[in-house]
């Protein structure tokens, strides 16, 4: 079992571009959920997906934009990037009946 | 999601057990205390959870106290890869439910 991956690793944008970030959840979850993660503090709730729908969303604004795919694999896209967007984006993955979050290892994005 | 509290950061020599102390004095019946540990720059890593009875796998023990307030968790025989930001977490178990995570501990494992 490959466990949450998480596409890509690192990278590098310039302020006002758009990023794609990209997840495959662990076997047999279908909910996916997204984290953000600044320097030096804990991984903050972004959105959650299932059924290929937003299910819940944090305090992020509109810029923070996500898909689900019917093979429940996600996609966070974030639109006018800024300075203060630099940070560790996590996707955790779960079974909706399930009572664990398994976390990828994440996409470090930095914002120039 | 209950809040909790801990302490900022622990010390724990090679070999020995680390302890690490959560406060959740507000836990709600149908809460769970949930263990995640980060080692630097890779994701959260699931240890254990638990609800009232005390909890054992292969990574870590999980003590919860008889009023549910608090608990702690306990790495019998901490590593040097031990070394990492461990985070207390209260929540449904369920897994539509989010994950509210504090500032957590961070253990430094001296050899």
């Known amino acids: 079992d490959a466990g949450v991956t998480q596409s890509p690793t690192h990278l590098i944008k310039t302020r006002g571009q758009q990023v794609t970030l990209r997840c495959s959840p662990k076997?047999?979850?279908?909910?996916v959920s997204w984290y953000q993660q600044a320097l030096g503090q804990g991984p903050q709730f972004i959105f959650q997906?299932?059924?290929?729908?937003?299910?819940q969303r944090g305090n992020f604004p509109d810029r923070f934009s996500g898909h689900q795919f019917p093979n429940y694999s996600s996609e966070l896209n974030v639109n006018a990037l800024l300075l203060g967007d630099s940070a560790l984006y996590l996707c955790?993955?779960?079974?909706?009946?399930?009572?664990?979050?398994?976390f990828g290892q994440g996409t470090r994005l930095t914002v120039v | 999601d209950a809040k909790t509290t801990q302490p900022p950061s622990m010390d724990c020599a090679e070999g020995r057990a680390a302890n690490l102390p959560c406060n959740h004095s507000t836990i709600s019946g149908n809460e769970y205390v949930y263990w995640y540990r980060q080692i630097h720059s890779q994701g959260p890593q699931y240890i254990i959870h638990g609800l009232k009875n005390n909890e054992t796998n292969e990574m870590a023990s999980l003590i919860i106290t008889e009023d549910r307030k608090s608990s702690t968790l306990i790495l019998p025989h901490a590593t040097l890869r031990d070394t990492a930001v461990y985070y207390c977490?209260?929540?449904?178990?369920?897994?539509?439910?989010?994950?509210?995570f504090g500032t957590g501990t961070k253990l430094q494992v001296i050899p």
């Open positions: 955790a993955s779960s079974p909706d009946r399930g009572t664990e979050a398994f």
């Open positions: 977490i209260v929540r449904v178990a369920a897994g539509y439910q989010k994950v509210t």
């Open positions: 076997s047999g979850h279908d909910t």
């Open positions: 997906y299932y059924e290929e729908e937003e299910r």
